[in-house]
């Protein structure tokens, strides 16, 4: 079992940066592989954001952050990050840190409660 919780969220200019940090429980942590999804509105559908593998190896990204969006973890202290530069409006969502995600399908076993991104033009 992992628990997951997300912190950094808030408010920022376009253009602006932000660091979203979740931490997670369980003994189990450095072998799953961790991601970050968002939804930016109520109804719409969970979206994939980027993904790392336990191995902190070939991290990947939706295309629609790529280059903008960074993602690392600290298996030694149980976190997953995720640097987001260059923000923009359209960025606005709530994001959710996930756990034992499978890597392409991106269907993820654990979810934390989520953070809210605003980002204003």
């Known amino acids: 079992q992992v628990q997951l919780v997300e912190s950094g969220g808030g408010l920022v200019q376009a253009g602006g940066s932000l660091r979203l940090s979740c931490a997670a429980s369980?003994?189990?942590?450095?072998?799953?592989?961790m991601g970050w999804f968002r939804r930016q509105a109520p109804g719409k559908e969970r979206e994939f954001v980027a993904?790392?593998?336990?191995?902190?190896?070939?991290?990947y990204y939706a295309d629609h952050v790529k280059g903008r969006f960074t993602i690392s973890r600290d298996n030694s202290k149980n976190t997953v990050s995720l640097q987001m530069n260059s923000l923009k409006p359209e960025d606005t969502a709530v994001y959710y840190c996930?756990?034992?995600?499978?890597?392409?399908?991106?269907?993820?076993?654990?979810w934390g409660q989520g953070t809210q991104v605003t980002v204003s033009s």
């Open positions: 369980g003994r189990t942590f450095s072998s799953y592989n």
């Open positions: 993904a790392i593998t336990w191995s902190r190896r070939s991290p």
């Open positions: 996930a756990g034992d995600v499978q890597w392409g399908s991106w269907e993820s076993h654990y």
